[in-house]
């Protein structure tokens, strides 16, 4: 009788994240609290940091009929909100099942490397002039 051996899982983030947050008991956990039982979030909220991002994915490798491809066993994210004295105020897990629940922010962000430098401006225009005029 041999032991078959499991396919090691690629693990990304705090792993047991949905179990872990139930330790964590809103208006009572502090930020303190979070650090020591979660460590550092991975992301906090651009516009406010009293909004602190975990996660946690795995990876496992698919059967016969995924042909070795790569599954999502797992993919949580915890979202923490906290009150302006650093006490958590709200939670919210989300699953692989409900994870398009989540809306996102459909602001752009411009920075100087999308932005086409004087050259560029100046060729792109002479290049639109030149086979706009009908000849």
């Known amino acids: ?7 090691p899982d690629k693990n ?3 792993l047991f994240l949905e179990n872990r947050s139930k330790t964590l008991v809103v208006k009572k956990t502090n930020k303190n609290d ?12 651009h516009e406010n940091d009293d909004i602190w991002i975990y996660l946690e994915r795995t990876l ?13 066993k797992t993919n949580n994210v915890l979202v923490l909100y906290f009150d302006k004295y650093g ?15 989540v809306r996102f922010s459909e602001k752009k962000t411009e920075n100087q490397l999308s932005k086409k ?8 225009s002479l290049r639109e002039k030149m086979y706009s005029r009908d000849k």
């Open 34 to 45: 979070i650090i020591s039982i979660l460590g550092q979030p991975h992301s906090k909220s």
């Open 87 to 101: 006490i958590l105020e709200e939670k919210k897990i989300y699953t692989k099942n409900n994870i398009n629940e």
């Open 60 to 72: 496992s490798k698919g059967k016969y009929h995924k042909l070795g491809q790569h599954v999502l």
């Open 117 to 124: 430098s004087f050259v560029e401006s100046f060729l792109s």
């Open 12 to 14: 990304h983030g705090i």
């Open 1 to 7: 009788m041999g032991c078959q051996l499991k396919d």
